[in-house]
């Protein structure tokens, strides 16, 4: 039953936590182009792409209408917190990781209890530790 509150509870994190991130992209644009400026990233035009990629990732995992498109969704947002705290830690602002880091935790913590909590199991993801018993 643990489990359950764990994967819940890091997983509705991670979600606003990404959705927070979209937010940001789409109200503060300008700010989101002069930062990634900063970290040396000119492609101003990814970043409707990025609102988008956003946005679908959580709702891909929180839907999770197709076990292989979340387990794709948790690849994507795990590269994408990888490269987001290196590139800050590229530029020598350790600060600027924090988020990252913070995501990379929920997305481990919700990828790996997953299965304790979906009907379709991940072949990915570790399996449950809940020993269910069968009735005679």
């Known amino acids: 039953m643990i489990e359950h509150y764990i994967y819940w509870i ?14 940001m992209y789409i109200a ?7 930062a990634q400026a900063e970290l040396g990233y000119s492609a101003s035009h990814l970043v ?14 929180l839907w999770r209408f197709n076990a ?4 794709l969704a948790y690849a994507g947002m795990f590269y994408h917190l990888l490269l987001s705290a290196s590139a800050h830690l590229g530029v020598h602002k350790p600060k ?4 990252a880091a ?3 935790i929920l ?4 990828f790996v209890t997953q ?9 990915y993801a570790p399996p449950s530790a809940v020993v269910q018993t069968t009735l005679k």
Not at 10 to 23: E, F, G, K, P, Q
Not at 107 to 110: D, G, I, R
Not at 116 to 123: F, G, K, L, Q
């Open 10 to 23: 890091s997983t509705v994190l991670l979600s606003l936590l990404y959705l927070a991130s979209a937010l």
């Open 68 to 71: 292989a498109l979340s387990d």
């Open 96 to 99: 600027g990781s924090i988020p």
């Open 48 to 61: 409707p792409l990025m609102i988008v990629v956003k946005i679908l990732g959580p709702a891909a995992i």
């Open 115 to 123: 299965n304790a909590v979906r009907e379709y199991p991940s072949p």
């Open 102 to 104: 913070l995501g990379l």
């Open 107 to 110: 997305l481990a913590t919700s």
């Open 28 to 34: 503060k644009g300008d700010y989101v182009r002069s």
